[in-house]
């Protein structure tokens, strides 16, 4: 394990080296300019992921929502099927109803967890490629020749392998404060946002 490790960092650190030394090379080290971006900070900031986050949690509760009412029907019928007489036609009916409505709850619960599912991924893959624009944007307008993500990473782990991970996909160990154009994209996100807004 420790050696898969070691070999994942030192081929992460050495494509990160390879590809700074070639547009260095490439670009002239005088007119070089590069940026920084915490992908974690701007998700974080960025009003439109917020407003979205909450529709989906609108969404997780309705369902929810749903599937307790569907469990609270469930209860009272088996309360009044158990008053009933043992081999009684209509106890027979309201057991075959509990099983059949059962069976309805799991379906729906599943349906209910693929569609939120759904919505999740569909909003991350939207909001990412909203904020990826908005980086090549910054990137083009102001002459940036390269752009990196930058993360910090939340060291505490209980799993030596989860610590190993996210040591070993960090791409940025130092930057300074001049080339961090977090705060930047953030600020034209929610610009942008605001103005999209207004036009409803």
Known sequence: MKTLWAKMSFVSFLLCFLLLWT???NAGAADFKIGVVDISGVFEKYEKRKAHDQQLKDMEKEFQNEINQKRKEM????EET???DLGSDSRKKNEELLERKNVELEGYAKF???QL???YREFFETIYGI???EVES???MEGFDLIIKKEEPELKSG???DLQFKIGIRTVLYHSKAVDITSKVVNNLNANYLKEKEKK
């Open 138 to 140: 910054i990137g083009e």
């Open 159 to 161: 799993q030596m392998s």
């Open 112 to 114: 209910a967890e693929r």
């Open 131 to 133: 904020v990826v624009d």
């Open 23 to 25: 547009v260095v090379t």
């Open 117 to 119: 599912l759904k919505k």
């Open 82 to 84: 158990q008053l009933l």
């Open 75 to 78: 209860i009272s019928l088996d």
